[in-house]
């Protein structure tokens, strides 16, 4: 950053003009705490690689299920809330930024952990869905992107900026409660890709591939819908194994 | 090379054809399907476009497709520092459209835009009488003239006040703030590829923004504003002065950061109806990237100092130190008086004084449903007081043009609304000292201007103070 762009040069003015540093950093601990699990590539001809990933999903405990959801969230969605961070940051005293980071980011996750639980819930319930839900999910979520217009508000939603209090408990409460609306939205915008990844057992194309995607489609003035869109389609292709299987064995009992 | 013009200067030369080959090229446009790129209607909406609020939809209406509307429309760039960029980039195709058709009708190769420069005499400040009759004198139609403005402005009985065509927003020693806090710069907020609740830059506020309120009718609305020919030269105006920002002190530079210069794509339809792309770094030069340049860019405020000097750079990085704590109604009835109380030993390390430091006022997060011209905002006047009798009191008058858009929940900025920011030092320094280890700021605001029944929601107000 340079004076010419706003003035204010040295390493103190940087950190502080960039509160969002420090969920890079929750990130990356993140992406090393589920990086086990991305040996799991997955892919079409890779059957039981992916079978091996679903069943690894439904023989964990829901606990473990569930944590491996929140590592995943914080792995690949609380880098796209670097905006509302610095919004939060900046808009309150500097004696409470580390207080309003902490109130932001355990509102965000609470909608996330809301949907971990219904994951647990339907791969406790139903574990074979698991093995063959990524792909159709995957394929629905690049429908999700190109044709929705729900989603498109979702994500200008989940961008939207708050007055936040200043003082006092209505502070931490305002801060907690944007934490929770932009998570809320984010969902709208990317849940059903999370289901998606979740689904293959966290495998490394399905959360590499979906991380690099949502970055990938921010980077824009507009959301590239068509790209972004035929990333996950193709991503989809990865998981369609078991109904390959299926498709092959229906054909040869047919001939 | 083009050269773009003042309109006085044209209207005061019979010679001069170039308002003349304007109309007559804005007529041929307006001819057009909205279909047609090279339509009126088609560059208007590249601006914005909602069709519940284009004045000329039409049932026969053959509308681009979906994914052209998306790639190409709506894309006009505010409360950013993309915001210089973006309309010259616009500017540039609009000026390349109506050229290729003055040419077409007979006209010179080399017509530019002209622009309105209205910081000037009281005849500048009034609508220029090329754009105000609705017919020529042999009865021919003026296509520069547009029905739907304020009452008076046809007339030329309206003028500007000096707080519309203030050029105080030249003397800003950064082209881009930090995103939050502090001074809004001169060109906007650093922002990302999406961007909602940034506050505007000095220039995108006044004059930009007084003057579209100014000339008013669809001059003040986004989808509309495009449809009234005088938003170009307006728009030229406010291209010129950046021009004469970077010239008039050496100090002044555009942003150098990769994420202005080539990160974010902007797409066109060229004269010949091709996709274009620009990048900002593909502007930067209007002579040499470009080919055209302006008649005067001139220093208006003959080397006036900035307001603070960029000779050392600043360390430092805003510090919030107040703020309002309840949601504050706008309107038209009375002013609303507030108080924020701030620490008199401010700054990380709580030993510098308050005093030594520059203090900026932001109005964060103003949303109306309704129509609203703009708003007063005065320091230091006491509760019981009417401010509008303490005119010397007045830091600022903010225009808000765009409060409607910004205020749509199901708008690309979500009901983030409008926020601005504005440097008070000089007035918290003549504030009395009180006992004890606060000082209160009294801050009042008071609507101006054209108003609908709704009042306007100010989020918060707050008080950020950097080292001097």
Redesign the interface.
């Known amino acids: 950053?340079?004076?010419?762009?706003?003035?204010?040069?040295?390493p103190?003015?940087l950190i502080?003009?960039h509160p969002e540093w420090w969920i890079f950093a929750i990130s990356i601990c993140a992406w090393v705490a589920i990086w086990p699990h991305l040996e799991n590539v997955a892919g079409v001809g890779h059957v039981h690689t992916h079978a091996a990933g679903a069943a690894h999903v439904h023989a964990m405990p829901p606990g473990r299920v569930l944590i491996d959801w929140i590592l995943m969230t914080f792995a690949m969605m609380i880098p796209l809330t670097?905006?509302p961070i610095?919004?939060v940051v900046?808009?309150?005293?500097?004696h409470r930024r580390h207080v309003v980071r902490v109130l932001f980011l355990l509102g965000y996750v609470v909608p996330w952990i809301g949907l971990g639980l219904c994951f647990v819930w339907v791969s406790s319930a139903w574990p074979n869905l698991i093995s063959w839900a990524a792909a159709p999910l995957f394929g629905v979520g690049a429908l999700w992107v190109l044709l929705s217009q729900t989603r498109e508000?979702a994500?200008?939603?989940c961008?939207?900026?708050?007055?936040?209090?200043?003082?006092g408990f209505?502070a931490n409460g305002d801060v907690f409660g944007f934490g929770f609306r932009v998570g809320y939205w984010c969902i709208f915008s990317c849940g059903i890709l999370m289901l998606a990844c979740a689904s293959t057992g966290h495998a490394a194309v399905a959360m590499l591939g979906g991380f690099v995607l949502g970055l990938f489609e921010?980077?824009?003035?507009?959301p590239r819908r068509r790209m972004v869109a035929t990333g996950y389609f193709l991503i989809s292709l990865f998981f369609v194994g078991p109904w390959l299987e299926v498709i092959v064995r229906y054909i040869d009992h047919l001939y | 090379m083009r050269l773009r013009k003042n309109i006085s200067t044209i209207e005061n030369d019979p010679a001069d054809k170039t308002l003349q080959w304007f109309g007559r090229a804005i007529g041929e446009m307006k001819s057009r399907p909205i279909s047609s790129h090279r339509s009126l209607r088609y560059q208007a909406a590249v601006h914005e476009y909602r069709r519940e609020l284009d004045p000329l939809a039409d049932d026969a209406d053959v509308l681009p497709s979906t994914s052209d509307q998306r790639k190409y429309w709506t894309q006009c760039q505010h409360h950013s520092w993309f915001f210089l960029p973006w309309h010259r980039m616009y500017l540039f195709h609009f000026e390349s459209i109506v050229a290729a058709q003055v040419e077409a009708l007979g006209g010179p190769k080399d017509w530019g835009l002209p622009y309105w420069d209205y910081h000037g005499d009281s005849d500048s400040r009034s609508i220029p009488p090329s754009f105000r009759e609705p017919t020529h004198v042999g009865g021919e139609t003026n296509h520069l003239f547009n029905a739907n403005r304020r009452p008076g402005a046809n007339s030329g009985a309206a003028v500007a006040d000096d707080w519309e065509v203030d050029l105080s927003c030249l003397r800003e020693a950064v082209f881009a703030a930090p995103p939050f806090a502090g001074s809004p710069g001169f060109g906007g907020p650093r922002a990302g590829s999406q961007h909602a609740g940034g506050s505007m830059g000095a220039l995108e506020s006044i004059p930009h923004g007084s003057m579209h309120m100014f000339v008013g009718g669809w001059m003040s609305n986004f989808t509309r504003t495009g449809l009234d020919p005088l938003f170009y030269c307006h728009h030229c105006n406010i291209d010129r002065l950046w021009e004469v920002w970077l010239r008039r002190d050496p100090n002044h530079a555009n942003p150098t950061s990769p994420l202005w210069l080539r990160i974010i794509d902007f797409h066109f339809r060229d004269l010949h109806g091709n996709d274009e792309q620009m990048k900002c770094r593909d502007v930067l030069d209007t002579e040499q990237q470009l080919q055209y340049l302006y008649e005067d860019v001139s220093d208006p405020l003959m080397g006036e100092a900035d307001h603070f000097g960029l000779g050392v750079a600043m360390a430092s990085f805003p510090e919030m130190i107040g703020a309002s704590d309840t949601l504050i109604q706008v309107g038209v009835a009375s002013a609303v008086h507030t108080k924020i109380a701030v620490a008199k030993q401010v700054g990380e390390a709580f030993g510098l004084e308050l005093h030594s430091q520059r203090i900026y006022l932001h109005l964060e997060n103003l949303t109306c449903e309704g129509p609203a011209q703009a708003i007063d905002i005065f320091v230091g006047v006491p509760a019981d007081s009417d401010p509008l009798t303490r005119p010397e009191l007045r830091v600022a008058r903010f225009p808000l043009f765009g409060i409607g858009e910004a205020s749509r929940i199901d708008g690309p900025h979500a009901g983030s609304g409008l926020t601005f920011a504005i440097d008070i030092t000089s007035l918290v320094r003549e504030l009395p000292d009180i006992p004890g280890d606060l000082l209160e700021i009294p801050i009042s605001l008071q609507a101006v201007g054209d108003w609908g029944a709704e009042n306007v929601r100010v989020g918060r107000i707050s008080l950020y103070a950097e080292e001097e």
């Open positions: 950053m340079s004076a010419n762009d706003t003035g204010r040069t040295g103190r003015a502080r003009a670097s905006h610095r919004h900046h808009r309150s005293f500097l508000r994500l200008d939603r961008r939207a900026l708050r007055p936040i209090s200043a003082h209505r921010r980077g824009g003035f507009r």
